[in-house]
């Protein structure tokens, strides 16, 4: 398997516990702040990041080549996350992440513009196709523009600029010492806000939040693997599947059936991501 296709995989089970943290943290923001949520769970990604260092050691694993490097990318992650959790209070999923669709093509964007990458005619086509099937899904049906999706936006350029830091980041740090990074630098972030907003989780909220940061931890760091085999740009039309995963787990945990629609949608964003992956494994050939 080459390293675009295990990048391909690793984006996909990112996105898969993203969508899982989408879901609940929807539901904890209603009665919980965002400081505090991202406090407890970068805390407990701290946690997950040392036991993963321990391989290596944890002093091994914090020395970084790009410090400040790996400094910006952390608080642009934590900046991000918040962003998101935030967009969730106000505005429904499907409308979130149908703004957030953008943030593909800003990565390849941005990708040739300060990585020197490549996007051929193929991978711009797949992404497109991919944004189609995205707003099949979704169909946001915005009749006026409100403030709170500036938000989701913000959120797509800050997750794009986050994806192009962590694929510079790889050039010179391995990934445990990019996930030690994330957690560390978050944690002390969050820890100017978080603990000034505490309210005691209920036990059902604990496990919630406990849960929360696990799967964060494993989207995260699968992530920076996938950055780590592939370049930005090659695994884009599989950041997509985060719409089919929202819409799996929308019908096996609540009961929601998909329309046509969606059905449709679904297909297309899958296609796109098969059609590229053919792409990447024919060009290496």
């Not at 990585?115 to 009749?143: C, H, K, M, S």
């Not at 010179?172 to 990074?181: E, K, R, S, Y």
């Not at 494993?218 to 693997?225: E, K, T």
Request: net charge positive; charged share 10%; proline share 4%.
């Amino acid at each position: 398997m080459n390293r675009n296709a295990l990048g391909a995989l690793l984006t996909m089970l990112a996105m898969l516990c993203f969508a899982g943290m989408d879901a609940i943290s929807k539901s904890l923001v209603v009665d919980y702040s965002v400081g505090q949520m991202m406090w407890i769970r970068y805390g407990l990604l701290c946690v997950f990041a040392m036991l993963v260092a321990r391989r290596r050691g944890v002093r091994i694993a914090l020395r970084s080549e790009r410090p400040w490097l790996q400094l910006v990318r952390s608080l642009v992650a934590v900046i991000e996350g918040a962003t998101f959790v935030l967009a969730f209070r106000y505005l429904p999923l499907a409308d979130t992440h149908a703004v957030a669709a953008t943030s593909p093509l800003i990565v390849i964007a941005l990708g040739v513009l300060f990585l020197g990458e490549r996007a051929g005619l193929a991978r711009w086509l797949a992404v497109a196709a991919g944004l189609v099937g995205v707003l099949l899904i979704v169909q946001p049906g915005f009749r006026t523009f409100d403030w709170p999706l500036l938000l989701p936006l913000a959120g797509a350029v800050l997750w794009a600029g986050y994806q192009i830091l962590t694929r510079l980041a790889a050039r010179h740090d391995q990934p445990d010492t990019a996930l030690l990074w994330s957690a560390i630098v978050a944690f002390i972030a969050t820890s100017f806000v978080g603990p000034f907003e505490w309210q005691w989780p209920t036990a059902t909220a604990w496990v919630m939040m406990v849960v929360i940061s696990f799967v964060g931890a494993i989207a995260h760091y699968a992530l920076i693997w996938a950055l780590d085999y592939a370049e930005a740009g090659a695994v884009q039309p599989y950041a997509y599947t985060l719409l089919v995963w929202a819409t799996v787990m929308g019908f096996l945990v609540f009961d929601n059936v998909p329309d046509s629609w969606t059905i449709l949608g679904a297909a297309i964003v899958v296609t796109s991501g098969l059609y590229t992956w053919h792409h990447d494994r024919r060009m290496v050939r």
